[in-house]
């Protein structure tokens, strides 16, 4: 409830004062009729009309704290907004060949990829998002949704091996450029992690970075990888999976010329946190502009307190004059 002129609710103290000295008087005491002999009247029992004769000052008092608030105009407030949100078309290309289980980030490369994806996606509400998947092919995980669970559960599916192994930088931005081409959305952005250098597939990366720009799609890139030297997979003599130390190898001048290109940005990812930072950096470089038009609807409430404090008035008026009348 909100008040329209919420100063004269100081009128309220007014109340203390009179409360104080109602109370005051009466344990004073005043005697309408004088006794010379009071013993039998402290005998005498005491009626309903005893423990009701504060009444009328209950009920008058009252009436005056409601006429108080009836002049302080109590309203409802209603508010009724109209959200307009200019959302953005996203795709998340990632690199899933076997390179990405190396075991510089924790646990490893691609595990980490997937988190921190995840947790971009959960922040995006509003916005269409797709995933596409890539290695020496690309296909499409995930079409633009906004099912955001959905979306979360395909994502939790990728992982290395389950295409051809290789790097097609070039097919993983393709195949991303292909389900933006026909979205309607004023920002159409693509999001390419991978930690290699192109080898694999049929399309040029530079090819593909010249195809988004007519398309005024922005690409970010992100090399994911430690400096130096990191753990590699690799297959022993006996077929076991183990861990050999290989350079890292990543081509950030192609993912840099890409990012150039399209209006975008190239990123190096070279642990987790890092990893975070820049989605986060991302995140918040491509919001959704949101317009929201609000309308305030105030209804006067003022008329029922006033009808509820003359209704006490009535009832002090007629409890003093009809059934707790005194002798002047």
């Known amino acids: ?16 004062p009179i409360i104080g000295y109602y109370v005051w008087r009466t344990l004073q005491g005043s005697a309408a009729i004088q006794f010379s002999f009071v013993a039998g009247v402290r005998k005498a029992p005491k009626t309903w009309r ?21 002049l302080a105009r109590p309203q409802d407030v209603e508010r009724l907004s109209h959200s307009n949100t200019e959302g953005i078309d996203i795709m998340l290309s990632i690199d899933v060949s076997g390179s990405m289980l190396a075991r510089d980030f924790k646990p490893d490369r691609i595990t980490a990829a997937k988190e921190v994806a995840g947790a971009f996606i959960a922040d995006r509400y509003g916005d269409r998002l797709g995933l596409v998947a890539f290695a020496g092919e690309a296909f499409t995980q995930s079409p633009l949704t906004t099912d955001q669970g959905t979306l979360q559960t395909l994502l939790s599916r990728i992982r290395s091996g389950l295409i051809e192994d290789g790097t097609a930088i070039g097919n993983g931005l393709a195949t991303a450029i292909n389900r933006l081409r026909e979205s309607e959305a004023k920002s159409k952005v693509i999001i390419l992690l991978t930690d290699g250098v192109n080898n694999r597939g049929e399309i040029a990366p530079m090819t593909a970075a010249e195809i988004a720009k007519a398309q005024n799609i922005r690409v970010y890139t992100i090399g994911v990888g430690t400096e130096g030297m990191a753990p590699y997979p690799a297959i022993d003599m006996f077929g076991e999976m183990t861990f050999v130390q290989q350079k890292v190898e990543i081509d950030e001048k192609t993912l840099t010329s890409i990012a150039e290109l399209t209006g975008g940005r190239y990123f190096r990812a ?53 059934i707790l009348k005194r002798i002047p």
């Open 270 to 322: 070279t642990d987790k946190e890092k990893l975070k930072a820049i989605y986060d950096e991302i995140n918040r470089m491509e919001r959704s502009k949101v317009e929201v038009q609000e309308h305030v609807i105030y209804h006067e409430l003022f008329l029922a307190w006033l009808l509820a404090a003359l209704a006490l008035l009535a009832a002090e008026f007629l409890l003093s004059t009809l």
């Open 1 to 16: 409830m909100h008040f329209h002129s919420p100063y004269y609710l100081w009128l309220l103290l007014v109340l203390v």
């Open 50 to 70: 005893y423990y009701l004769r504060h009444l009328p000052f209950v009920l008058r008092t009252t009436a005056l704290a409601l006429l108080i608030i009836a």
